[in-house]
């Protein structure tokens, strides 16, 4: 069996596929079929317009463009049911964004992989040393307990990946705590030689 062609041609305004003989030699370059070429232009604007919100709803991702684009359509004062159309689209873009969002993962830190948490222990570390040169002392175990959950929710924050702290990540703390402690003690010692 041959497989089946697409027949005709393809209407910009009205989004439609038509027949070739609904299209005037002019339309058929312009891509406007007979029908929407008797239309007002006013009309065919507002057409036309609701043709490229129409591609933005089907979009799995939104350019900067295209969101400004939504929200300019959504308050035309121009065309009306371009507005309304522009406004559902928009809204409904809205609340799709705010659930992958709010879509967190959610892992105790010793099932993490060992890659990330030696990443989170630079991070610590550096947070920790930071403290050290700050107050001249070492942290308390509640301070401690402080910066490594400033560490944890720069995960939730970036990556939306709630890493709950469990025996292993205090643990971590401590060994890092300790670690800092050590390489400070040696860089002083160094400093007076
Ligand atoms: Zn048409």
Redesign the pocket.
Known sequence: MAKKKRQGHY??????W?ANEQFSGKGHAAH??R???ALPLSRRNE?ERIGRVEQTASKLRLTKEEWELLEKYAKSTTYPELKAYAATVLEHRRAMRELGRSAVEQAAYSDLEDELKEEIGDLLYHDILFFFEESAAAPTWRQLDRIGKGVLKSYLTAFHLRITPDESWSQQCREVSETVAADIAQMDLEQED
Request: hydrophobic share 30%.
């Open positions: 209407c910009r305004i009205c989004g439609e038509k406007i079929c029908e929407c070429a057409l």
